[in-house]
Structures are given as structure tokens and as C-alpha cells.
């Protein structure tokens, strides 16, 4: 832009002006959606938990006390702890034959 010699304040072309908007409304809207996914996170992808160790490492899940002990998705999918052959065993009543 040239100098202004005659004292008046300088002019701003139509152009330019839309081009300084529009970059500002850009950089508004980008700083809004990092705004947004910081405090409300990365949407998630549907449910991809498929094991009861899974359900336990996806965030959001909650654990159950109970036994076998059960994990839930944000979903609400319910994931049972696996047990030993042994633990099975143990909770099996035994049969009295007489």
C-alpha cells in the first residue's frame, strides 16, 4: 500500500476487507471446535469392545461388583470376567448321589 501523504486515514478496499473477515471468522470457527472437542473429547466410534478385558481398558466403562465380576460399556454392553476351570469348579454345587 502506498504512503498517504495527504493526512487522511488510509483506505481499505472492498476486497481486502472480505478477505480480513473472512480469515477472522475462520480462525473464530477453528478456535471454536478446539474449544469444543477439549472439553467435550473426540466423538467415539461405535462400540468396538468385544472382550470383558476390553470393556475394562475402554474409557467411560464401569465395573460391577459382583461375582463373576461384570464390566459395562458406555453402551451399556455387559462384558462377564471369565473365570478358571478351577474357580468353576468351586461354584458348582455337588451332586449327592444316593
Known sequence: MPYNT???SP????????V???????IVLLL???IYFTL???PSSP??????QECLDSFGSSLQESY???CVTKNQERFVQPLTSEEEQTL?????YP
Do not use: D, W
Not at 462400540?47 to 470383558?52: D, I, P
Not at 458348582?92 to 449327592?96: A, G, L
Open 68 to 70: 463373576p465380576a461384570t
Open 6 to 8: 495527504t493526512g487522511s
Open 32 to 34: 471454536s471446535l478446539f
Open 47 to 52: 462400540s468396538t469392545v468385544t472382550t470383558y
Open 20 to 26: 480480513v473477515i473472512g480469515q477472522a471468522g475462520i
Open 40 to 42: 467435550n473429547g473426540v
Open 92 to 96: 458348582r454345587p455337588e451332586t449327592i
Open 11 to 18: 483506505t481499505i478496499s472492498p476486497a481486502l476487507k472480505v
